[in-house]
């Protein structure tokens, strides 16, 4: 069996689309795949920020057409990137076991987020609401381009620390060269609530491909797919996008479903946050409800003002 796997070419990515290769190989011992790298709108338009031209679906499209177009039998995405309205002849037939959530900061350390006018790279209203509600004085200075470009602003001089996903960074090894030098700071899901589905691959085919479908099945994580769900729900209940701060984190506490969201302003300082539990197969359900529980509670005017 052949499989061509379309993937965005940036090195992180090639990681990821490489890794579901590798765990095709297990279930399918001789499956013969081929990588289609492609670029993205996303990955060209560097000068702006993605509240500016269209959000996190300008990294999708394209791999989407292709698969659409049969180009190619899957695409592989980082979850977070993935809009929640999805084309309806696709499918997330798989959502990978989901790698660390957590956010990192580099080139510093969290006292000196305490320094006033500290330069923090990001180009995500989620990090830099949430940031700035804990320590004010510092400079939020948006920066785009992959994880290697974003960390050589600090080389440059133009930022004194970035905030980047530790999945991202983990899978391409370059979190311990910052640790050895004592330059970074690992935020917990209560310092900084991570992106929806942030660290979880999500794979996608298309609707009429049983035999694809059923293949990535067994490379589905129901425990993932479960938390996926609700942070998902969430977003879309909230209409959130790359435009507003909106964060959200599912976990299991004592057998049950947790998500702890937030909701924001991309001006204004108001964070709105929400917390429910539910059981795992009410994940859809317990984001609609941590959802409608923010916007009733000032979430509304909010997004009314944008």
Known sequence: ????????ASRLAVWQAEHVASAL???????????????????????????????????????????????????????????????????????????????????????????PGIRVGTSSLRRASQLKKQYPHIEIVSIRGNVETRIGKIQEDIVDGVVLAKAGLDRLALLQQWIDKAKYHIFSPEELLPAVAQGILAIECRCDEREVADILGQ?????????????????????????IPVAGFAQYVDGRLTLKACLGHPERSTLITGEADDVKTHAERLGIQVATDILGRGGRELLDTL
């Open 1 to 8: 069996m052949n499989i061509r796997i379309g993937t965005r």
């Open 25 to 115: 190989r297990t279930v399918l011992p001789t499956v013969d795949i081929e990588l289609v790298k492609m670029t993205t709108r996303g990955d060209k338009i560097l000068d702006r920020t993605l509240s500016k031209v269209g959000g996190k679906g300008l990294f999708v499209q394209e791999l989407e057409d292709a698969l659409l177009e049969k180009q190619v039998d899957l695409i592989v995405h980082s979850a977070k990137d993935l809009p929640t309205e999805r084309p309806d002849a696709l499918r997330v037939a798989a959502f990978m076991k989901r790698a660390d959530p957590r956010d990192v900061l580099l080139g510093l350390s969290v006292a000196d987020l305490n320094t």
């Open 219 to 243: 490379l589905d994580h129901a425990e993932t797919r479960y938390i996926a769900l609700a942070e998902r729900s969430f977003l879309r209940a909230v209409e959130g996008s790359c435009q």
